[in-house]
């Protein structure tokens, strides 16, 4: 179904947005980085939950200040200790927090929970991160990216290591703004089939010229304007999983000498890093790293994505 050019109600996925609204998005969030009373009192009166089931220090830290310089308040709602639907169902959930709350901020494992949570919640609901998206992630990355390179449209963002929540938003902000993607990552750890597929024809419904590519040779980034990684262990993975993960992904560590071979590129990272693991300390903090600009821009982002979904953009 075409999408219209209504604001969407819930912001799950990157895709839920038209390209057109994404854009809109990226103005209004390098206006309110520019000018800190701008929006100042947008979410005077309003609420917003944010139900986290996983640790996080720039999420939860940048939705809550943000939400504050709007006018708004934060209510953070620790939920580490048990998994939403545990209790009592997440149909539930939805039908009380939206009588309290005006939104929900929520960081969970499973996407189809926040799906649930919103389809029986009145109130926006918006991903802080699952299992298989970090849309608030690359709401900033793309900020951050036309600030530091002038555009996305025309550039190549190559994400080297895990393929992920973070390289799955990612990829659809990229694509969707015209950039061109390349996925590097070892044989069976690169996103999936349909997601790829999924991702190919947003680029191509997009019509902004961004494309898709996916290799397991770190040869392939030659000449990327950007060079990105992130945790090859996330925390939906096991303990068990680490081990593993940490042998297969060695030889995809962006140490100096990866950088060159991309030749001039900036260098991104969503945060936390380990540095000496995925990333050398030179790479995260040498002259080419831009990782806390994008940190500072994960305000800037969410507090414009909140203007536009609630109508005060
Ligand atoms: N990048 C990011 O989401 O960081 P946190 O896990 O600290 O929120
Ligand atoms: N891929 C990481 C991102 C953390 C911000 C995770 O899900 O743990």
Not at 267 to 279: S, W
Request: a negative charge.
């Amino acid at each position: 179904m075409a999408k219209t050019n209504a604001f969407p109600t819930d912001f799950l996925t990157v895709d839920a947005l038209t390209p057109a609204q994404l854009g809109a998005v990226l103005k209004t969030a390098a206006r309110g980085k520019k000018d800190r009373r701008f929006g100042a009192k947008a979410l005077a009166g309003k609420s917003i939950v944010m139900l986290f089931e996983k640790p996080s220090l720039r999420t939860r830290v940048s939705f809550e200040v943000g939400i504050n310089r709007l006018g708004g308040h934060a209510l953070f709602y620790d939920h580490a200790k048990e998994r939403i639907g545990e209790r009592e169902s997440i149909h539930d959930y939805g039908r009380v927090l939206e009588r309290y709350a005006d939104g929900i901020v929520a960081r969970v494992f499973s996407q189809g929970a926040l799906e649930e949570l919103a389809a029986n919640c009145d109130a926006p609901v918006v991903n802080a991160l699952s299992d298989t998206h970090h849309p608030c992630q690359a709401l900033a990355d793309v900020l951050t990216i036309t600030e530091h390179l002038g555009s996305v449209k025309g550039k190549t963002v190559a994400y080297i290591g895990d393929g992920n929540n973070v390289t799955l938003s990612l990829a659809q902000a990229v694509v969707m703004l015209g950039g061109h993607m390349l996925e590097v990552a070892p044989e069976g750890f690169g996103l999936s089939a349909a997601e790829v597929a999924a991702i190919s024809n947003l680029a191509a419904a997009s019509r902004a010229g961004g494309s898709f590519t996916a290799s397991s040779d770190v040869e392939a980034m030659s000449g990327a304007d950007v060079v990105y990684t992130d945790t090859w262990v996330s925390m939906h993975h096991s303990s068990a999983e680490a081990a593993r993960r940490l042998r297969t992904f060695k030889p995809y560590q962006i140490d100096g000498a990866m950088m060159a071979r991309a030749g001039g590129a900036i260098f991104m990272h969503c945060l936390p890093a380990e540095r000496g693991v995925e990333v050398t300390a030179d790479v995260v903090d040498g002259a080419a790293s831009v990782v806390f600009d994008q940190a500072e821009n994960r305000m800037h982002a969410q507090n414009a994505l909140l203007l536009h979904l609630f109508g005060e953009a």
